[in-house]
């Protein structure tokens, strides 16, 4: 990308994560963002970009941007599940190259858990969906399940493997004050725990939670202004390969196959050199179906991969490092809390807090997946 | 099971499941059986798609057995959905009826089923013929 005008990511926050019923979606976006800009000295009237997925809204850029007072010169409203964010992120930064804006606004917000939205009664089917919802699949984890049983038959890997991602997002969880969940646990507790969808037990499944976020973009002609240390962009990709899993062409091979190599390319490194991985967690088996498409491990050995403890904390690719959906926080779609736990740990914030900070990281690898294995965005971050 | 609502471009094939028929479209340009019904061929966008009547055999691509079921299409689990590879070359979504126990590489043939009692539509569910 030498020679474009570069991007950066120079602001993150979250707002309250976990049950918050005093909180709206709009209030949780509102709260982060101003968080995210504070901490990099902007002021609203520098934003004129706003990117906002959710189906909260009509129309999501429009209801937000009312709401915070801002008339943002560039809008996207693109809306591909919990991979939504760093899409954002790489179309903020190819809108930042080409000279059209200089500070963007990416946001989420979600109150699912206190409205039960999780559980609530969906809109009656209609297009394609008529060919699925009536044979009662439950939604989204059946889809996963259906993944990983299939995973299971081609590779011969087992509950167990898909075990030890649970219990190595719990190990990094251990170590942030604001996961969800704290306690340790082990294989056998995620065997044990109740089945939903077979193979799939609850401690396979990421959390229900409450939450939003911020992540604050900006071009290099800012930077000397800004108050954080800026995190680049420094590679993108994204794509699709279905929207219900019956058409998913190869239920272990995911879109990160395609995004995964663009973005590495694009940022001009390969698996080597990254420090970290934060790595969508929607399901235990995303996890290792990602790490596989995206060539960190050869197909049916990312389950060994895990259980090496490569990616538990003191493993030499550390993944999902705040504890992940798994264990931390999962509103919905979680693509943005990836980008803001990158951003933190290429700025090196946990220093004082040495079991958590990756030491000297200086490349990360931030991947989202959307919908039901249906969409995958990557970025690769560095510290600049 | 109220998420049962065909549309204009689908009422052949729900027709055809009341009438005890799996409709597949057929594009006459690649020859490709298509599923689910489209305006366009999704093998090489060709918009000359016939209707043809399968067989209703294939094979389990994958399964999961639901043991928690939630909105207004759960049944009474646990029960189990298939992805089923049809003989023409399809995948879709379904349910395995009469009680086998599955397993992906499973024969299996249609068995249009009312899931939830005879006010329900009628769908194409799998049972098992031959185990993998
Ligand atoms: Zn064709």
Same mark, same amino acid.
């Given at each position: 990308?030498? +020679? /474009?005008? /570069?991007?950066?990511?120079?602001?993150?926050?979250?707002?309250?994560?976990?049950?918050?019923?005093?909180?709206?979606?709009? *209030? =949780?976006? %509102?709260? %982060?963002?101003?968080?995210?800009?504070?901490?990099?000295?902007? /002021?609203?009237?520098?934003?004129?970009?706003?990117?906002?997925?959710?189906?909260?809204?009509?129309?999501?850029?429009?209801?937000?941007?009312?709401?915070?007072?801002? /008339?943002?010169?560039?809008? $996207?409203?693109?809306?591909?599940?919990?991979?939504?964010?760093? %899409?954002?992120?790489?179309?903020?930064?190819?809108?930042?190259?080409?000279?059209?804006?200089?500070?963007?606004?990416?946001?989420?917000?979600?109150?699912?858990?206190?409205?039960? &939205?999780?559980?609530?009664?969906?809109?009656?089917?209609?297009?394609?969906? =008529?060919?699925?919802?009536?044979?009662?699949?439950? #939604?989204?984890?059946?889809?996963?399940?259906?993944?990983?049983?299939?995973?299971?038959? =081609?590779?011969?890997?087992?509950?167990? =493997?898909?075990?030890?991602?649970?219990?190595?997002?719990?190990?990094?969880?251990?170590?942030?004050?604001?996961?969800?969940?704290?306690?340790?646990?082990?294989?056998?507790?995620?065997?044990?725990?109740?089945?939903?969808? $077979?193979?799939?037990?609850?401690? $396979?499944?990421?959390?229900?939670?409450?939450?939003?976020?911020?992540?604050?973009?900006?071009?290099?002609?800012?930077?000397?202004?800004? +108050?954080?240390?800026?995190?680049?962009?420094?590679?993108?990709?994204?794509?699709?390969?279905? &929207? &219900?899993?019956? #058409?998913?062409?190869?239920?272990?091979?995911?879109?990160?196959?395609?995004?995964?190599?663009?973005?590495?390319?694009?940022?001009?490194?390969?698996?080597?050199?990254?420090?970290?991985?934060?790595?969508?967690? *929607?399901?235990?088996?995303?996890?290792?179906?990602? !790490?596989?498409?995206?060539?960190?491990?050869?197909?049916?050995?990312?389950?060994?991969?895990?259980?090496?403890?490569?990616?538990?904390?003191?493993? $030499?690719?550390p993944m999902n490092t705040n504890g992940?959906? !798994?264990?931390?926080?999962?509103?919905?779609?979680?693509?943005?809390?990836? !980008?803001?736990?990158?951003?933190?740990?290429?700025?090196?914030?946990?220093?004082?807090?040495?079991p958590r900070q990756v030491e000297g990281?200086?490349?990360?690898?931030?991947?989202?997946?959307?919908?039901?294995?249906? &969409?995958?965005?990557?970025?690769?971050?560095?510290?600049? | 099971?109220?998420?049962?609502?065909?549309?204009?471009?689908?009422?052949?094939?729900?027709?055809?499941? @009341?009438?005890?028929?799996?409709?597949?479209?057929?594009?006459?340009?690649?020859?490709?059986?298509?599923?689910?019904?489209?305006?366009?061929?999704?093998?090489?966008?060709?918009?000359?798609?016939?209707?043809?009547?399968?067989?209703?055999?294939?094979?389990?691509?994958?399964?999961?057995v639901a043991h928690r079921a939630f909105?207004?299409?759960?049944?009474?689990?646990?029960?189990?959905? @298939?992805?089923?590879?049809?003989?023409?070359?399809?995948?879709?979504?379904?349910?395995?009826?009469?009680?086998?126990?599955?397993?992906?590489?499973?024969?299996?043939?249609?068995?249009?089923?009312?899931?939830?009692?005879?006010?329900?539509?009628?769908?194409?569910?799998?049972?098992?013929?031959?185990?993998?």
């Amino acid at each position: 990308m030498t +020679g /474009r005008r /570069r991007a950066a990511i120079v602001g993150v926050a979250e707002s309250e994560v976990g049950r918050t019923p005093h909180l709206t979606v709009l *209030s =949780q976006q %509102a709260r %982060a963002s101003k968080a995210a800009l504070a901490e990099a000295g902007l /002021r609203p009237e520098d934003v004129n970009a706003l990117f906002v997925a959710g189906n909260w809204s009509w129309a999501p850029a429009l209801t937000l941007a009312e709401y915070l007072g801002l /008339r943002p010169d560039y809008l $996207d409203g693109t809306n591909i599940g919990g991979s939504s964010f760093e %899409a954002h992120l790489g179309h903020a930064t190819a809108a930042i190259e080409a000279g059209l804006i200089d500070v963007a606004l990416i946001t989420y917000g979600s109150t699912q858990r206190s409205n039960r &939205s999780r559980s609530a009664p969906r809109p009656p089917a209609t297009l394609t969906e =008529q060919f699925d919802r009536p044979f009662g699949l439950p #939604q989204p984890v059946g889809a996963y399940a259906l993944a990983a049983n299939r995973y299971f038959h =081609q590779y011969g890997a087992t509950g167990e =493997q898909l075990a030890e991602v649970a219990v190595s997002a719990r190990q990094w969880a251990a170590l942030n004050p604001d996961a969800c969940h704290r306690d340790p646990i082990t294989v056998d507790d995620v065997l044990g725990s109740p089945m939903i969808s $077979d193979p799939l037990h609850l401690l $396979d499944c990421c959390l229900v939670t409450d939450g939003g976020g911020a992540v604050v973009v900006a071009a290099e002609d800012r930077w000397p202004d800004i +108050g954080t240390h800026p995190v680049e962009v420094l590679g993108h990709g994204e794509t699709t390969t279905h &929207s &219900s899993i019956a #058409q998913m062409p190869d239920l272990t091979v995911t879109g990160a196959a395609r995004s995964g190599p663009a973005a590495m390319k694009m940022a001009g490194v390969t698996h080597d050199d990254l420090d970290l991985l934060e790595i969508y967690d *929607s399901f235990t088996i995303t996890v290792l179906l990602t !790490l596989e498409s995206l060539g960190f491990c050869k197909p049916g050995e990312a389950g060994e991969f895990v259980r090496l403890g490569r990616t538990a904390p003191g493993g $030499d690719m550390p993944m999902n490092t705040n504890g992940g959906g !798994l264990s931390y926080t999962h509103p919905g779609m979680y693509g943005i809390f990836l !980008l803001i736990e990158a951003t933190r740990q290429l700025r090196h914030d946990f220093a004082s807090d040495p079991p958590r900070q990756v030491e000297g990281a200086q490349l990360a690898l931030v991947h989202g997946t959307g919908g039901v294995l249906s &969409s995958t965005s990557t970025v690769v971050l560095g510290r600049s | 099971m109220g998420d049962l609502v065909p549309d204009a471009e689908t009422r052949p094939f729900w027709d055809g499941i @009341a009438a005890g028929e799996l409709r597949l479209q057929r594009c006459e340009d690649c020859e490709r059986a298509v599923f689910y019904p489209r305006a366009l061929c999704p093998h090489c966008f060709g918009d000359r798609l016939d209707w043809v009547t399968s067989p209703g055999t294939g094979t389990v691509y994958s399964y999961t057995v639901a043991h928690r079921a939630f909105g207004p299409s759960a049944g009474d689990p646990p029960y189990t959905v @298939a992805l089923i590879d049809l003989d023409e070359g399809v995948r879709m979504m379904s349910r395995i009826v009469g009680g086998a126990t599955v397993r992906i590489g499973d024969r299996v043939e249609l068995e249009i089923t009312r899931l939830g009692g005879e006010e329900s539509p009628a769908l194409p569910c799998f049972r098992v013929k031959e185990s993998a």
